[in-house]
């Protein structure tokens, strides 16, 4: 069964650090497209970051652009997302998902399986 287990997220003044991370099991997460979304309250859920399979390519959105860094770990099985700079505008519910392709996007249906979810919340 494919799952996709993201880390704890937490709260985080402005100006900080946070890493995400999403691990997968009963898959390769190298062989699929993996992307980071977020749901802000009363906002539709959004691409943050994603990156394709094989030879692992990357996107971002323009709002987190220099500031995020997505990568990912084959020997764990894990991808990550470092997110710096963080803004209180970047506080949302953050979620992974996956799919059996090879180029990632930024779109939410592009994305047959996801994570729980994670809440990050930037604030002094």
């Known amino acids: 069964q494919v799952q996709l287990v993201e880390s704890v997220g937490g709260l985080v003044q402005p100006g900080g650090s946070l890493r995400l991370s999403c691990a997968a099991s009963a898959f390769a997460l190298d062989s699929y497209a993996i992307g980071w979304f977020r749901q802000a309250p009363g906002k539709d859920r959004e691409g943050v970051s994603c990156i394709s399979s094989g030879d692992g390519n990357t996107y971002y959105a323009d709002s987190v652009k220099g500031r995020f860094t997505i990568s990912r770990d084959n020997a764990k099985n894990t991808v990550y997302l470092q997110m710096n700079s963080l803004k209180p505008e970047d506080t949302a519910v953050y979620y992974c998902?996956?799919?059996?392709?090879?180029?990632?996007?930024?779109?939410?249906?592009?994305?047959?399986?996801w994570g729980q979810g994670t809440q990050v919340t930037v604030s002094s």
């Open positions: 998902a996956a799919d059996p392709k090879y180029y990632c996007s930024g779109y939410v249906v592009d994305y047959g399986y």
